[in-house]
């Protein structure tokens, strides 16, 4: 029985093996051409380098001004990602608790965003009414609304696993609200913002129209748009566009090995409860 099941499980293995390697492909062309010199890097293939140029990276560093462009993106990706974890779970909270018509409504009214596609055009006349073009707070913000659906659709079910009881065993030993909320529930939904925080944060880092549309200050831009306006610049040298974008990437899958088991725990976990 366990070799029928086995050899049954050898297609899937196969399968997986292959799209990981097409993921991988990628990924390994970029870090390789990183480290070629200018003539050999043109050619974009899968061989060795002949001598490895670790200062492409420093040429990068400093001609794409990748520093700032690095904090930016930490500061947008960071902020964003606090918001949309806390505003999300406290209105998953508030929502799944009071089942009124009325709370059924804004659910379903705040998860159709996402399906909803952004209008730019009255996007962008909001943002000049507002004074939020070209700021690090309009930014923030934008970040944060185009991910609030998600969460708040992500965290919902989560806090229908967690009983009523509690909640009026806290507010029995004198517990606010607010204490209720941040001291008994939020730490027992920490699957489903650690889940929604990961995710966010990735979207954020990788995000590209949106600073593009509303960011003109290029001491202002992310990492996306560094990368952009450095390809525009050398576009040629195939060697210091691929260290480049290397750069980009790191923290991103260095966030993404590191909370794999989270986003895996809290999908699983979401996909069960509610």
Known sequence: MLK??????????????????????????????????????????????????????STVIEQGKLGTAFANSLIYA???????????????????????????????????????????????????????INTVAGIIILYAATKIPFAVFLTYAFVESIPREIDEAAIIDGCSPVTLFFRII???????WVTTAILSFLDFW?????????????????????VYNFFGRYESHWNLVSADIVLTILPVIIVYLMGQRYIVSGMTSGAVKG
């Open 4 to 57: 029928v099941k086995a050899l049954k499980s050898i297609p899937a293995h196969v399968l997986a093996i292959l799209v990981s390697l097409v993921m991988f492909v990628p990924i390994y062309l970029l870090f390789v051409n990183s480290m070629k010199d200018d003539v050999q890097s043109r050619v974009m293939s899968v061989e060795l380098p002949n001598s490895i140029h670790f200062e492409n990276y």
């Open 78 to 132: 960071t902020g964003a990602t606090l918001l949309v974890v806390i505003l999300s779970t406290a209105a998953a909270f508030v929502l799944s608790r009071n089942r009124s018509q009325r709370n059924r409504f804004l659910y379903f009214f705040i998860t159709l965003g996402i399906a909803m596609p952004i209008n730019y055009v009255t996007l962008t006349k909001v943002m000049q009414a507002t004074f939020l």
């Open 186 to 192: 939020f730490p027992l939904l920490t699957p489903a």
């Open 206 to 226: 990788s995000e590209f129209i949106i600073p593009l549309y509303f960011l003109q200050s290029s001491t202002k831009w992310p990492m996306t748009l560094a």
